[in-house]
């Protein structure tokens, strides 16, 4: 079945002269990078470091490969776009920009740059085009990060979720473990439930990598899409339960020191992985599904 989200090209494309490109529209190139360039040094120092953001390279990467492998049904299928639609986004865009920057906000200025990379876009391709590459764009969203206080407001309940759940567990099989909040008490241990133990971060980076999968792999039906990604959420929280239980197992058994060197990070690892190979087996039990879905009259 082809791609949803394709575009039929009206004749066959010529080849691309990027220097007459470049420049002809030299102040957009300028423009564009005079806004990108800061933004990604800045996602570079500062949340792409963070466990929370790692994925974000890999998002921008992938993102921007999933419309260039679509470059010639673009430059095919372009029209001139709707300038009214182009100034109303860039009067909306620069100013959050500029105070995103001046302010260090970083999720804002980040916010800002997409939206005014789609309204160049919209520009120069033709809103059919832009419309037609809804995925990318809602994929590269995965790039802007979450703000501190948003990050506060959805770890809290994760975190005491997990807790909750893993003492739950490990007391139903005879341990000797308590909770208070989000930290745990085992033999002569207490351990805490930090963020990167709640699931928020591999709910995150496992959405972003779930949805390329079945994009790029399945194509992009709509409705399977949001199905991966409402089964990607109890995946990431179950996999981080059962990261924190192993982590609190091996503190009673081997000592905090054994549970906190090389064995954390090993467990995230194999933990995130495991999630993810569930996730692409879960795809192909619900192969029926996605059939009956794309066999759908649009």
């Known amino acids: 079945m082809p791609d949803p989200g394709a575009i039929a090209p009206a004749a066959a494309p010529a080849a691309t002269d990027w220097r007459q490109l470049l420049s002809a529209h030299w102040p957009l190139w300028l423009g564009v990078a005079s806004m990108a360039v800061p933004t990604l040094i800045a996602l570079a120092q500062g949340p792409w470091q963070e466990e929370s953001g790692v994925h974000g390279i890999i998002v921008l990467v992938t993102g921007l490969w999933l419309v260039w492998r679509r470059h010639d049904e673009i430059m ?40 005014a990379l789609v309204a160049v876009a919209q520009q120069y391709w033709g809103l059919k085009v832009v419309k037609s590459l809804w995925f990318p764009i809602v994929y590269l969203g995965f790039v802007i990060p979450l703000p501190g206080w948003f990050l506060d407001t959805i770890t809290l309940p994760l975190k005491e979720f997990v807790s909750e759940l ?47 999968y079945v994009y790029l792999i399945r194509g992009s039906n709509p409705l ?75």
């Open 224 to 298: 399977y899409s949001l199905l991966l990604l409402a089964m990607v959420i109890p995946i990431a929280i179950a996999a981080n339960c059962v990261r924190v239980a192993a982590l609190v197992l091996i503190t009673y058994h081997f000592g905090n020191a054994m549970a906190q060197g090389y064995l954390h990070n090993f467990a995230g690892m194999v933990t995130f992985v495991s999630a993810l190979l569930f996730i692409f087996a879960l795809d192909w039990v619900l192969t029926p599904l996605r059939r009956r879905l794309e066999s759908k009259p649009a």
């Open 166 to 212: 893993v003492t739950g567990g490990l007391a139903a099989v005879g341990y000797p473990v308590g909770r208070m909040g989000v930290t745990l008490y085992i033999g002569s241990y207490q351990l805490l439930v930090e963020d990167a133990c709640s699931g928020l971060n591999s709910l995150i980076s496992l959405t972003a990598i779930g949805l390329f």
């Open 76 to 115: 095919a299928a372009r029209t001139d776009g709707n300038p009214a639609l182009t100034i109303a986004a860039l009067a909306l865009a620069v100013p959050l920009y500029i105070a995103g920057r001046a302010f260090e906000f970083i999720s804002i200025e980040t916010a800002a740059l997409l939206l």
